[in-house]
């Protein structure tokens, strides 16, 4: 055990300093309504996982502890530390577990205050608050940059919006997002939607399904992309156009306004080294750079094009109707969550005009996808469907956060 369950003072002064918080009863409704969802859906996957013979695996977080974590994380979200809200990831784990942790002298409440007060100093990326149960009562033994599989993570990513995840079982790549809860909005996400005939790459992935522990996988690299892109807030579209021909420039008024000769390979060169020469920490580096490059180039007013090789072709472009193109008139709008089926909608029901240039361009190019960024963060990906024959339009911004 370690040493803080061990010690024994520290646990008298922790029950002490808890005599003074009134007994637990959940005061935001959505973490009451949520936990049980929550709860079965990390049984489930540690159940699979151990029969699967997989190590390393975490406990399972009952709907009691799921609760109070959710209650406590959203009050703290609200509070400001010298006026600036809080940015910190809570994960359910004992020390044990957590490789070399920081551990602290003595245990302390999970209370919205604390939460507040240390909100400045774990706010990094990669750095997650250590959460763990005494009986009934839970409480902060440290920090920890090490987790086991399938880990309880609650992410406070803005006051008022909290996001379930845990990590992902090959260890590498975004964390799997399971739920989010903004204000009393609550959306949890649905992995029956990645079985659906003519999922694109990028969606499955996301959702745990077909992911790839490499970190120069072109579909993690892509995750990478969308997720740069919403992260500057300004808007953007991306086009991935097939490498093997230049169908693409037919749905692109000419002349382009920022062509690239020869096409800049800056991600491209990365993913043809050889990933067994450098380190894991080489990787995350070089492409976050890479990554952070091109997701840039979004931000410009126009389409940014790049092709399935990662090689950028232009930016600033305007996408038009192809010559021998049909408008496109519906789109079929699928969102990942629970009781989220898909509609028949138009593409400007969607969004502005980004959305609909981006429906335009994949019902030309029925063998490219679009990726569009909103400036209030919605995120969705434009692919063709060869059963439906229809332009489908993901909205992922739920597993992006």
């Known amino acids: 055990m370690s040493r803080i369950a061990g010690n024994n003072t520290s646990h008298a002064i922790y029950y002490l300093w808890h005599m003074e918080v009134t007994s637990f009863e959940s005061t935001y409704q959505a973490a009451s309504k949520v936990a049980g969802n929550i709860a079965t859906h990390f049984l489930h996957h540690l159940n699979l996982a151990s029969e699967n013979g997989e190590e390393d695996l975490a406990f399972a977080p009952d709907a009691s502890v799921i609760e109070k974590i959710i209650d406590v994380a959203f009050w703290a979200s609200l509070r400001r530390e010298e006026g600036v809200p809080i940015r910190i990831s809570l994960a359910f784990l004992p020390p044990s577990q957590a490789g070399r942790p920081l551990l602290f002298e003595q245990p302390i409440p999970l209370d919205p205050r604390v939460l507040t007060k240390l909100g400045p100093g774990v706010e990094r990326a990669g750095i997650h608050i250590g959460v763990w149960h005494e009986g009934d009562e839970l409480y902060i033994w440290g920090t920890t940059m090490k987790l086991p599989n399938y880990c309880f993570v609650l992410d406070v990513s803005e006051p008022g919006l909290l996001v379930v995840k845990h990590r992902r079982i090959i260890g590498m790549g975004k964390f799997a997002n399971v739920a989010m809860l903004r204000g009393d909005q609550v959306k949890i996400v649905d992995e ?18 077909d992911s790839s522990g490499v970190w120069n996988d072109p579909v993690n690299v892509l995750i990478q992309i969308a997720v740069s892109m919403r992260a500057h807030q300004r808007g953007g579209i991306l086009l991935v156009v097939p490498s093997t021909h230049d169908n693409w420039k037919n749905s692109i008024i000419h002349p382009l306004q920022y062509p690239i000769a020869p096409p800049f390979s800056g991600v491209a060169d990365l993913l043809r080294q050889n990933c067994g020469k450098v380190t894991e920490l080489y990787w995350q580096n070089a492409l976050r750079r890479e990554v952070e490059n091109i997701s840039g180039l979004t931000a410009v007013d126009g389409a940014t094009v790049i092709n399935d090789k990662h090689e950028l072709l232009t930016f600033g472009s305007k996408i038009a109707r192809a010559s021998d193109g049909t408008p496109v008139e519906q789109v079929m709008y699928i969102e990942p969550v629970t009781d989220g089926l898909p509609r028949l909608m138009h593409p400007s029901s969607i969004g502005g005009t980004r959305h609909f240039s981006a429906a335009q361009f994949i019902h030309d190019q029925r063998d490219a996808i679009a990726l569009v960024a909103s400036q209030d963060g919605y995120f969705t990906v434009f ?18 956060l």
Do not use: E, F
């Open 192 to 209: 029956t939607c990645a079985s659906r005939v003519d999922t694109p790459a990028i969606v499955t992935s996301l959702m745990g399904q």
């Open 383 to 400: 692919s063709w469907s060869v059963t439906d024959q229809i332009v489908q339009a993901h909205r992922i911004d739920i597993l992006l």
